[in-house]
C-alpha cells in the first residue's frame, strides 16, 4: 500500500532509472543487443524492482506516464551508444495497458523522433500473461509498430498458458524464451527437448529465439548444440548502468 501511495509522487519527480542487460550471439559472441529494465530508487526503501510497481503502476493509469519516461530515457542513453559506432538492438518491454490507453504506438513513435534512434533498431518485448481484453488494439498497434520498422518479441514464451495462440495471432519477429525453461536444460531432459523444440519452432516461423536467463557454461554449451542463436542472462552480464556499458562490452568482445 505504502508503494502504491508513493507512486505518484515517484512518476512527478523521476525517482527511477533505468539498467541495460546485454543480449549476446552464441556464435558471433558479441553483444548483440541491450534490455532495458527499469528500477525505482525509493527514498526511504531504496531500490525496488519492477514485480513489485509495474503492476500498481497499470492498477492505476500511471503506467503511461512511466512508461513514457523509460521510452525517452532508453532511447537517448541508446542513441549515445549507437554514436559510438557499435551495432546493437535495443529492446523495452511495454504494458499491454499502455495498449489499452491507446497511446503506445504513437509514444514509441516520439521517443524514436526525439532520439534520432532508427526505428530498425528498438525491439518491443511483449508479454503475453497480461491482455485479451486488448487484443484487437494490440494486434493493430504491433502491426503500426512492425510498419514503422520496429521489432516486436514475445517475451517470457512458453510461461502463460496462451503463447502459441499469441504467436498465432500478433506479428511477431522474435521468441524471447522464459528462463523457467532453461534453468533446467543440463539436468531435465524433458525440459531440455522443450527448449530444443522453440528453437525449432522458431527457426520453421522465421523467427529469432532469444534463451533468457542463461546462467552457467553448461547451459550455454547445450543451447549452442541446439543451435539457439541469442542468449541472454547473467552469465553474460548482469543489469548495468548506461554508462558502465562501453567499458564492458569492449571487454566482453
Ligand atoms: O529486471 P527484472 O528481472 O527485475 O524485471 C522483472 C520484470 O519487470 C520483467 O519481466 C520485465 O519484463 C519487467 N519490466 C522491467 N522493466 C520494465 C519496463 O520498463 N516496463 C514494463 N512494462 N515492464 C518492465
Ligand atoms: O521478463 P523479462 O525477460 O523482461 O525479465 C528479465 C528479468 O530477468 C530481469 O529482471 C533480470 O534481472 C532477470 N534476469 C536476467 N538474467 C537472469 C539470470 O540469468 N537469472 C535469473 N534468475 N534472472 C535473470
Ligand atoms: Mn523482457
Ligand atoms: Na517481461
Given at each position: ?7 505518484p509522487?515517484?512518476?512527478e519527480?523521476?525517482q ?26 525509493h527514498?526511504?526503501l531504496?531500490?525496488v524492482?519492477?514485480?513489485e510497481?509495474i ?15 523509460v ?10 551508444l549507437?554514436?559510438g ?9 511495454v ?5 489499452q ?8 513513435a ?6 534520432g534512434v ?13 491482455m485479451?481484453?486488448?487484443e484487437?488494439?494490440?494486434?493493430s498497434?504491433?502491426?503500426t ?25 500478433l506479428?511477431?519477429?522474435v ?15 524433458r ?9 525449432e519452432?522458431g527457426?520453421?516461423?522465421?523467427m ?31 543489469p ?14
Open positions: 500500500a505504502q508503494l502504491a501511495a508513493d507512486l509522487a515517484a512518476i519527480q523521476e527511477f532509472r533505468v539498467v541495460y542487460q546485454p543480449v549476446a550471439g552464441v556464435e558471433e559472441r558479441r553483444i548483440l543487443g541491450l534490455e532495458a529494465l527499469v528500477r525505482w530508487d527514498p526511504v531504496g531500490t524492482p519492477p514485480d510497481f503492476e500498481l503502476a497499470e492498477a492505476d493509469g500511471l503506467i503511461v506516464p512511466l512508461q513514457q519516461w521510452l525517452r530515457t532508453a532511447t537517448a542513453d541508446f542513441a549515445d549507437l554514436a559506432g557499435r551495432d546493437l538492438k535495443l529492446g523495452v518491454n504494458s499491454v495497458r499502455h495498449v490507453a491507446g497511446c503506445l504506438a504513437p509514444d514509441v516520439q521517443a524514436l523522433a526525439d532520439s532508427p526505428p530498425d533498431r528498438l525491439m518491443i518485448e511483449v508479454t503475453e500473461s497480461i485479451l481484453d486488448a484487437d488494439r494490440l494486434q498497434d504491433l502491426s509498430l512492425r510498419d514503422m520498422g520496429c521489432i516486436i518479441s514475445l517475451d517470457d514464451f512458453g510461461r502463460g498458458y496462451s503463447s502459441l495462440a499469441y504467436l498465432a495471432r506479428p511477431v519477429d521468441l524471447k524464451m522464459d528462463r523457467e525453461f532453461i534453468g533446467g536444460i543440463e539436468t531435465d531432459p525440459g531440455a527437448a522443450l527448449v530444443a523444440a522453440v528453437v519452432l527457426r520453421t516461423l522465421g529469432d529465439v532469444v534463451a533468457e536467463g542463461v546462467e552457467t557454461a553448461g547451459q550455454l554449451h547445450a543451447l549452442r548444440d541446439m543451435k539457439c542463436r541469442y542468449v541472454q542472462g547473467w552469465l553474460l552480464g548482469r548495468m548502468a548506461a554508462q558502465d556499458l562501453p567499458a564492458f562490452m569492449a571487454a566482453f568482445d
